[in-house]
């Protein structure tokens, strides 16, 4: 939609002028604003409720501007542009974004910046929620079925997990730059929810995996491992299964949308690839060297090669989620305001408002009634008291310290 000084263009929508546009009445206002693409010799007030009725039909609205009868119609919109070249202090004040270069361009930018850390808040929680399933469980399970009570996960082991899940999955996730691709799809709507069901389908589906593969180390470990069930080596071949899990759910967690390929895009990013180079060699060094510290025991190449294959049967098992089909939540269609359906004849929208209002001054006026207050008084009579009190009390401590 486009707001100019004259009509000069022909195009599928509506073109209108400002002073025709504030002379037509709500219902054809409302009839119309969807469909008007430009608006010429408009006024601040003709772009303020351009603005303030695109809102009210559910649209999300963003105004580009630079002067100061620009400032109304920023402010009031869902997001606002101001140039910051060319545009005054006041559009400046008024706008959620500065755009640096006076550069509409920079506006792709910006939308594809929004939409990646958006995704990267998602792709956390994704990772996030699996990791704390799967722990809770695997911890609950195993304490409850241990003859001594105690969790196959140790206190130290845990302390890592946490550190991998919190700060090194953020960094790691929060770090993906942005894509083209990201312009491809639909913006998600106001009313969508930060977890859809094709991401509680990845984290229940990468649950269910990880904890099946957990308890089958943990209750049969003799079917891969030579290892003595309840000894401090099994423990810590359950602890490196875990963390080799994580690692590659990590890389699963990277894709939100279906996508086959999770490894697309995964080698431009440095600080990703880092952080997993980085979480693979400190628990190398826990493993051989941490001991009665960390519950650990070096490990054998063949038990590091399988652990290793154990988590990275998550890439496929996440491939095949990602072949089931979910059906999304639909965002409901923009519901146009109650006057644009009115019947002719019904009270106006403004006359309920009004009478709301005129019953709050009836009652701010009976609050004012000699009778009224004495009462609040009286009721209340222990202020004056309480105010004497912590006065005295002020002078005191003042005395003690001066």
């Known amino acids: 939609m486009c707001i100019r000084d004259r009509v000069s263009t022909q195009s599928t929508g509506i073109a209108i002028e400002g002073p025709a546009f504030r002379a037509l009445p709500e219902a054809e206002l409302d009839r119309i604003i969807p469909r008007i693409q430009v608006m010429a010799r408009s006024s601040p007030e003709d772009k303020y409720k ?14 580009t501007g630079d002067g100061t009868n620009d400032a109304p119609a920023l402010k009031a919109a869902h997001v606002g542009f101001s140039m910051g070249i060319a545009g005054t202090e006041v559009a400046k004040e008024a706008s959620d974004i500065i755009l640096m270069d006076d550069n509409f361009s920079s506006l792709v930018k910006a939308v594809m910046w929004g939409r990646n850390v958006y995704d990267s808040i998602r792709k956390f929680l994704q990772f996030q929620l699996t990791v704390n399933v799967v722990a809770v469980s695997l911890a609950f399970i195993g304490a409850v079925t241990d003859e001594h009570g105690e969790s ?27 894509s083209s691709a990201l312009l491809d799809r639909k913006p998600y709507g106001k009313h969508d929810p930060l977890i859809t069901r094709g991401m509680w389908k990845n984290i229940i589906g990468q649950a269910i995996y990880q904890l099946l593969i957990n308890l089958l180390v943990l209750y049969r470990p003799h079917l891969l491992f030579d290892v003595e069930p309840g000894s401090i080596y099994h423990i810590t071949i359950i602890f490196n299964t875990f963390v080799m ?21 995964l080698f431009d990013n440095a600080i990703f690839l880092g952080i997993l180079g980085f979480t693979l060699v400190v628990q190398w060094i826990f493993v051989e060297f941490g001991g009665d510290f960390t519950s650990t025991r070096p490990l054998t190449s063949s038990d590091w090669f399988t652990t290793f294959l154990l988590g990275a049967g998550g890439i496929p098992w996440g491939v095949m989620l990602s072949l089931l089909p979910v059906k999304e939540k639909e965002t409901p269609a923009p519901v146009a305001p109650r006057s644009a359906s009115r019947p002719a004849g019904s009270p106006k929208v403004g006359a309920s408002k009004w009478n709301k209002a005129r019953t709050v001054i009836k009652a701010v006026n009976a609050l004012k009634q000699p009778l009224l207050i004495d009462r609040i008084r009286r009721r209340h009579s222990y202020v004056p008291f309480l105010n004497k009190l912590l006065k005295v009390f002020l002078f005191m401590l003042t005395k003690r310290f001066v």
Not at 152 to 178: C, G, H, R, S, Y
């Open 245 to 265: 899990c994580q690692l590659f759910n990590e890389i699963n967690s990277r894709k939100l949308n279906n996508e086959l390929n999770v490894f697309s895009g």
């Open 50 to 63: 351009l603005v303030t009725r695109l809102k009210l039909h559910n649209h999300v609205v963003a105004v």
């Open 152 to 178: 196959p996960l140790k206190p130290v082991q845990l302390l890592w997990v946490n550190l991998i899940m919190d700060t090194m999955a953020a960094l790691a996730l929060a770090t993906e730059p942005p």
